[in-house]
């Protein structure tokens, strides 16, 4: 329990605050938005444990407490004003006083952005997952043959920019003509986002061994944790759209997700401490898996709404069978 102590408080503090701002409602509201959270975010704890544990434990403390801040203060809160702000043209003073006192039209103004908010996060967490399924130094392979068989495709070069851009393509000709341009250009921007986080963590994992390799080190940190950050931001965006579904009160709103954010990250720290990644081989396989489902959802929800129960219960489902898995793999090798 001493890895969710602080979520603990942070959730009692949270809780507090919804009591004060809006009852015994607010307190119930803000719960239920924690636990939506939670469960839709564990295939994003898994990954984020797997690149956490390439980092130093100075940048592990930082995701766990300054990331967490740039996680409920910037994702969940900061960044849909800025993206309705651009989407609007008012200033971000104006967009912030519309989302305390007219809740309503704020989220209509964020469903409006909805296609880029979702082009951009689908595209990216798409190259998360091509990353992962075309890396052909992954020894260990969940579905066998055809996981193999993705595998050796990664030997040609650049083929997960070659598949998400086509796919972006393809996409283009169900959408409504005047949504298309918004919708590539926030698809390319997610890709090169992707491309550019990613080349700069490479770039510094390859540094040459000696005096260089403590900065090395401490450099590829700082880029992993900028890359969970973004990681982050993609899962969010769908969280906070559909957590107007729920409640319109920005703040609850933010409370509640605040409080399932924070025990994310402890989960993930737990995942690493705990080395559950390796006493089960295959849950990162199942967790990216989730990820390209939910990079799916996201850029079909561009055409059809599709409820985030979905993209919470095949996550769990991809999550569940990956851990059944591991446990015959490991009794097998035995």
Do not use: C
């Not at 209509?108 to 075309?134: P, T």
């Not at 969940?142 to 998400?164: N, P, Q, T, V």
Request: charge should be negative.
């Amino acid at each position: 329990m001493q890895h969710f102590r602080f979520s603990f408080i942070i959730a009692i503090i949270g809780l507090t605050g919804a009591y004060f701002w809006g009852g015994t409602i607010g307190v119930f509201i803000a719960f239920i938005l924690a636990v939506l959270e939670v469960s839709l975010s564990f295939d994003n704890a898994v990954v984020n444990a797997s690149i956490l544990k390439r980092m130093d434990e100075k940048w592990q403390r930082y995701f766990l407490t300054w990331g967490i801040l740039i996680a409920v203060f910037g994702m969940r809160l900061v960044f849909p004003i800025l993206i309705v702000s651009v989407a609007t043209g008012l200033d971000f003073i104006s967009v912030t006083t519309m989302a305390l006192h007219d809740p309503a039209q704020y989220a209509e103004h964020l469903n409006a952005s909805h296609i880029q908010i979702a082009a951009f996060g689908g595209m990216f967490l798409m190259m998360v997952f091509f990353s992962f399924i075309f890396n052909v130094d992954k020894e260990l392979h969940w579905l066998g043959y055809i996981e193999r068989k993705m595998s050796d495709f990664g030997k040609l070069g650049s083929i997960e920019i070659i598949l998400a851009l086509a796919l972006l393509l393809i996409l283009q000709n169900w959408l409504p003509e005047a949504i298309r341009l918004p919708a590539l250009i926030s698809g390319i921007s997610g890709v090169i986002l992707f491309v550019i986080v990613d080349s700069l963590a490479a770039l510094f994992e390859d540094e040459e061994e000696g005096e260089e390799v403590s900065t090395a080190i401490k450099k590829g940190s700082v880029m992993s944790f900028l890359y969970l950050e973004v990681l982050d931001a993609s899962f969010s965006f769908d969280g906070v759209i559909g957590a107007f579904a729920i409640t319109q009160d920005v703040v609850i709103i933010m409370i509640g997700l605040a409080i399932g954010a924070m025990f994310v990250r402890s989960l993930t720290v737990y995942l690493v401490r705990k080395g559950t990644l390796d006493d089960y081989v295959f849950l990162e396989h199942g967790a990216h898996y989730a990820i390209g489902t939910l990079a799916t959802i996201m850029l079909l929800s561009m055409m059809h709404h599709i409820s985030e129960v979905i993209t919470g219960l095949v996550g769990a489902v991809l999550i569940g069978l990956s851990i059944i898995s591991s446990i015959r793999y490991e009794k097998n090798a035995k």
